[in-house]
């Protein structure tokens, strides 16, 4: 963004109980009749009373269009994230988005600014990133002055930055072998109502799992603390085949039932 730019071209809205239904969630906002759209609309609302802060970009598309929702913030306090850590006394990014050409205008900053406002007297803010499945980018927390902090296989990072040396850093929680174990044969879909677009992929990996026969079935994660203590980091989305992860990440039927084939 140039430094000409001034909030007439854009704005930043804080979503609350109040005017949540007036604006939306944001992801899947054009297909507000699917399952995945209010169940997440539903989640929201839950979790407001746990420190959920929603944060919406509007961009102002000129005279006839008007301000327009381009972009989002989702954070809430540590202890209540939906991600396996132990972020304790952290504000912790969920989801950060800017979409089509808004991206490289300094949107992402704008939200990380005001996220930081809000954290202020907290040990610091955390995130989680991964460059394979929906999860932000860690460039922007680079560039913004946060340091990666952890890490887990195969692809995930924890990103943080503390507002005190002597801060705790965030971290991780452990999957012991034995809660995999748990699940020992066929398909076990785990899912949570945290992202909208998950409810739409469990569907396909369970269509996709009767299809070659396979037994399958779904575990809802109801709770933070269930998304804490899952069998996967991310917390809101894994598929198990045979007590092993086949994917964290979103994939087409084809593929799925290339890799179930190898199995």
Not at 130 to 148: V, Y
Not at 229 to 253: A, H
Request: with cysteine; glycine share 8%.
């Amino acid at each position: 963004m140039s430094k000409n730019s001034s909030e007439s071209e854009y704005k930043i809205i804080d979503l609350n109980e109040a005017n949540i239904d007036d604006y939306g969630a944001f992801c899947l906002q054009s297909k507000k009749n699917i399952k995945g759209y209010k169940d997440k609309f539903q989640w929201i609302n839950k979790r407001f009373k746990e420190g959920l802060r929603l944060k919406l970009l509007l961009i102002n598309e000129g005279t006839k269009r008007g301000f327009r929702a381009r972009g989002f913030i989702e954070y809430i306090p540590g202890e209540n994230a939906w991600r396996g850590v132990n972020a304790k006394g952290y504000m912790f990014i969920h989801c950060i988005w800017v979409v089509g050409k808004n991206k490289g205008h300094g949107y992402g900053t704008k939200l990380l600014q005001q996220y930081l406002n809000d954290a202020k007297g907290m040990n610091g803010v955390a995130v989680m990133t991964s460059d394979k499945i929906w999860l932000p980018k860690k460039d922007l927390f680079i560039k913004n002055g946060f340091e990666k902090v952890d890490s887990m296989p195969p692809y995930f990072e924890l990103y943080a930055k503390r507002f005190s040396e002597k801060a705790p850093l965030p971290k991780f929680n452990p999957i012991p072998k034995s809660r995999l174990e748990k699940y020992p044969s066929g398909i076990t879909i785990f899912k949570s109502n945290q992202c909208p677009y998950v409810d739409g992929y469990a569907n396909l990996v369970a269509e996709t799992a009767k299809q070659a026969g396979i037994p399958w079935r779904i575990e809802q994660i109801e709770s933070c603390k269930e998304a804490q203590n899952s069998v996967n980091p991310y917390g809101t989305f894994c598929v198990l085949l045979n007590g092993k992860v086949l994917t964290y990440r979103t994939i087409g039927k084809k593929e799925l039932l290339k890799c179930l084939s190898k199995t």
